[in-house]
């Protein structure tokens, strides 16, 4: 009989699963939606903000451009590399350091707003982040986060994942945090004027949908990993059915070599209690 993973085997599965590919390589596909996101927060120079799930720094980044006093967390250290490399080639002052959106190693009440974008999300036990977010954040210290929706593109390709490769037992799908009646559930307790609203954001890529999904296989952790856990009759059936989505989402002049899928998330703010 197969065992259930216990919390710590399946937090390091996520750590390992961020780390492989290089999600720099996606997070540049996307960073035009970033700056958007990290620009429409309105955040004064001089706040002092925490990006949880930094990644390579893409709302970091310009969040620091603006003046803010900007620290980044992530779980995977390649990452963090890329992101000081990105903000040391700006002259930014931006700190980052590894922790787990868990269990955030700041004090309380030690910045003026939290941002995640694409990232928090995957945490496996989103009651502890919620918390942690609350924690963190002073008394009406805003949190703004990006999450995809179920109903997204990425939502279907993340399902299209886990029907190939079944998620561990008992763990929220990351797209929950796109569900506005689950965030308003779940920021119930710590926050107020919790306010959600769908935002556009483009993959627009070069080649056709096979080469999207090839982009995705090499770089996404998550699809990477997907891809790896198969054997070569299971990768293939996967492969098939990420082409058949890409291809039925392609909206560009000529799909055969230019992807341009219409994609979005859920874009949540609150106010810390």
């Given at each position: 009989m197969a065992t259930t993973p216990g919390i710590d085997q399946i937090k390091q599965g996520m750590r390992n699963t961020w780390?492989?590919?290089?999600?720099?390589?996606?997070?540049?596909?996307?960073?035009?939606?970033?700056?958007?996101?990290?620009?429409?927060?309105?955040?004064?120079?001089?706040?002092?903000?925490?990006?949880?799930?930094?990644?390579?720094?893409?709302?970091?980044?310009?969040?620091?451009?603006?003046?803010?006093?900007?620290?980044?967390?992530?779980?995977?250290?390649?990452?963090?590399?890329?992101?000081?490399?990105?903000?040391?080639?700006?002259?930014?002052?931006?700190?980052?350091?590894?922790?787990?959106?868990?269990?955030?190693?700041?004090?309380?009440?030690?910045?003026?707003?939290?941002?995640?974008?694409?990232?928090?999300?995957?945490?496996?036990?989103?009651?502890?982040?919620?918390?942690?977010?609350?924690?963190?954040?002073?008394?009406?210290?805003?949190?703004?986060?990006?999450?995809?929706?179920?109903?997204?593109?990425t939502g279907k390709m993340l399902r299209a994942g886990s029907k190939h490769v079944p998620p561990p037992s008992g763990i929220a799908p990351p797209v929950q945090w796109g569900d506005e009646a689950i965030v308003q559930q779940r920021l119930a307790d710590g926050f107020t004027d919790i306010h959600t609203e769908l935002a556009p954001i483009d993959f627009d890529l070069p080649g056709g949908p096979a080469a999207a999904v090839q982009l995705f296989r090499t770089y996404y952790g998550p699809t990477h990993v997907a891809f790896g856990r198969l054997d070569e009759a299971g990768q293939a059936a996967l492969a098939a059915d990420l082409v058949a989505l890409w291809s039925e989402h392609n909206v560009a002049d000529n799909p055969t070599s230019h992807t341009l899928v219409r994609n979005e998330y859920r874009k949540v703010t609150a106010r810390r209690a």
């Open positions: 780390m492989a590919g290089d999600f720099g390589v996606i997070a540049k596909t996307i960073s035009v939606g970033a700056e958007e996101f990290a620009h429409s927060l309105g955040l004064p120079a001089g706040a002092k903000v925490l990006d949880v799930a930094t990644g390579t720094g893409n709302v970091a980044i310009p969040l620091a451009r603006t003046g803010c006093v900007v620290t980044g967390v992530d779980i995977a250290p390649n990452l963090l590399v890329q992101a000081r490399e990105r903000a040391a080639a700006e002259g930014l002052a931006v700190t980052f350091d590894e922790g787990d959106a868990e269990a955030l190693p700041y004090a309380d009440g030690s910045f003026d707003a939290v941002v995640t974008m694409f990232g928090a999300m995957f945490a496996p036990r989103p009651e502890l982040v919620a918390k942690e977010f609350a924690r963190v954040l002073r008394p009406g210290g805003l949190l703004a986060m990006a999450n995809w929706n179920p109903e997204s593109f």
